[in-house]
């Protein structure tokens, strides 16, 4: 049984309650994990407080926290066919996204491990006669950190590394459905020799750790990525002492493509944009909104290419696109397609459940693609978290920029054409963290990521994303200290 990591020790759950974890491509069980609660969420939390006041992390050259990330990501590459597997057996993504993201991750520790030691604060030009004027960064101290269940190692790698690099402690909480690869990297922070109680993994329900983690008084920091109304509740949460908070949240995410785009590459990277992990994605480009003129042609070839993708499980080579993550995620999607039918959406290819019989214990779901579309749908608004594209079309640049900015959400959006001044115009205009001219879904460490609008509040990635871990300290020094006789 795998179980949770608090003060440097595998731990079961005081209830001694377990939960079992899913195959997704068919229903297997992978695993049983310990199941914590409030209870494991505060023993973390006061692991992580004392190793934060008394401990050294915080204190240790930045370099040395450095070396200690480049060893975890050493480990992550010593393993990586491991963990990829690994993923791809909790989440149903084939293994050769799961190794691309284990790639990503070891860069994002990389990334971090080098950025520990680089910034040595900053000099003011004092205003003040005979005074120093300085600014230095220091850990922000205990972080909570709840990750999602679609990239569930890369998103905990973009918080676990930055927090270290800038000597934080902190306990993580995966979603409950998918902790298998945070099991297994706690175990490699602990082989590197990441000092006890700097690093604490608790498992269980968002209800009970998730909720402690956000509400309890000794944390400083909350990371949350996931969905807007969890969001908002430990937004709440985080309220009962200001803590620090940082939220990646949803995307409901266009991708413009203008008449001059080269066709075949944007039909590529149309399908690129939402069937990559079945359209789990936060980033996904679920919203085509396409150029009047070219609608026929696009919708035609975009349909030819989408009858083709091979559904089946992950570990399979000729496996383009798996299972979606749940029957209750499944169920969300189905409602949410047969919804957009009844607003009058037309479905052009997919709109059920596959029919091949090997796929029947899986929780599979056709690539589909949603013509006739209009903004007002909700299958134009919502998150539909599957592989479900929906087709707009517009007339003029304005038109297109207005459709793409319509939303409650601001996570990524795209825009295609091969006239880049009219890219430009449009990128200036769109209300998102992340724009993409003529590609789609890109991340790396050395660029922000997060959200305008309710996809969320900071950046993780990048200087930002040490920075969300970081407190600024103004320094003043008097040179010359003699009465004022102000009063
Ligand atoms: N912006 C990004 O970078 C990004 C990245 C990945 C996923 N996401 C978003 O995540 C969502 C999908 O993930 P999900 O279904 O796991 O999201 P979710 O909000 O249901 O759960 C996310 C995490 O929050 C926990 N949680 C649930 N209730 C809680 C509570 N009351 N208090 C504290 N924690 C609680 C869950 O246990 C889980 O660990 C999508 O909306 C997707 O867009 C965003
Ligand atoms: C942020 N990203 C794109 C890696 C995963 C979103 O779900």
């Not at 270290?164 to 099991?183: D, F, Q, R, Y």
């Not at 922070?189 to 309890?216: D, H, K, W, Y």
């Not at 009058?344 to 090997?358: H, L, M, N, S």
């Not at 594209?389 to 990524?412: H, K, P, Q």
């Amino acid at each position: 049984m795998k179980a949770m990591f608090i003060n440097g020790e595998w731990v079961k759950a005081s209830s001694g309650d377990t939960r079992d974890i899913i195959n997704p491509y068919n229903q297997d069980v992978i695993a049983t994990v310990a199941e914590g609660n409030e209870k494991e969420a505060q023993f973390a939390i006061a692991a992580a407080r004392e190793a934060f006041d008394h401990g050294q992390w915080a204190h240790w050259p930045a370099r040395e926290r450095g070396k200690k990330i480049h060893s975890v990501a050493a480990l992550i590459e010593r393993d990586r066919e491991e963990l990829a597997e690994l993923e791809s057996l909790d989440t149903g993504k084939t293994v050769e996204e799961s190794r691309v993201d284990m790639d990503d991750i070891a860069g994002v520790f990389r990334y971090f491990a080098e950025m520990a030691d680089k910034d040595g604060g900053e000099i003011i030009d004092s205003p003040i006669s005979n005074s120093t004027s300085r600014v230095v960064h220091e850990p922000v101290g205990v972080c909570g950190q709840i990750t999602p269940w679609n990239y569930p190692l890369l998103q905990a790698s973009w918080k676990l590394a930055p927090a270290l690099a800038a000597g934080n402690t902190l306990v993580m909480k995966p979603s409950e459905i998918t902790p298998l690869t945070s099991v297994k990297v706690f175990e490699l922070m602990e082989e590197a020799g990441i000092p006890a109680g700097v690093v604490n993994l608790v498992l269980g329900s968002g209800g009970s750790v998730g909720a402690e983690l956000s509400a309890n008084d000794d944390v400083d920091l909350i990371s949350f990525t996931g969905g807007i109304e969890t969001g908002k509740r430990i937004m709440q949460a985080a309220s009962s002492n200001v803590k620090n908070l940082a939220l990646e949240l949803g995307g409901k995410n266009p991708t413009i493509v203008f008449a001059d785009a080269d066709f075949d590459t944007a039909v590529d990277q149309a399908m690129n944009a939402v069937f990559f992990h079945a359209g789990q994605i936060c980033s996904a480009g679920t919203r085509l909104i396409v150029e009047e003129r070219l609608h026929d042609p696009f919708v035609s070839a975009l349909v030819d290419r989408v009858k083709d993708i091979t559904l089946g499980s992950g570990f399979n080579e000729s496996t383009q696109m798996g299972p979606l993550i749940s029957k209750e995620h499944l169920t969300k999607v189905v409602n949410y397609v047969e919804n957009g039918k009844k607003e009058g959406a037309t479905v052009a290819v997919g709109g059920e459940k596959p029919d091949d019989p090997e796929l029947q214990n899986g929780f599979f779901y056709l690539p589909t693609v949603l013509t006739n579309c209009t903004t007002d749908m909700s299958v134009v608004q919502d998150e539909g978290f599957g592989p479900v594209i929906t087709v707009e079309t517009f007339s003029t640049e304005e038109e297109a920029v207005r459709l793409a900015n319509d939303s409650i959400y601001g996570l990524a959006g795209g825009v295609f054409t091969n006239d880049i001044a009219k890219a430009e115009r449009c990128v200036a205009k769109m209300r998102m963290g992340t724009v993409w001219i003529n590609d789609v879904n890109l991340y790396f460490p050395q660029a922000p990521w997060g959200g305008y609008k309710q996809s969320g509040i900071g950046r993780e990635l990048g200087k930002t994303g040490l920075e969300e871990y970081q407190e600024t300290k103004h320094i003043f020094q008097n040179l010359k200290p003699e009465p004022t006789h102000w009063f």
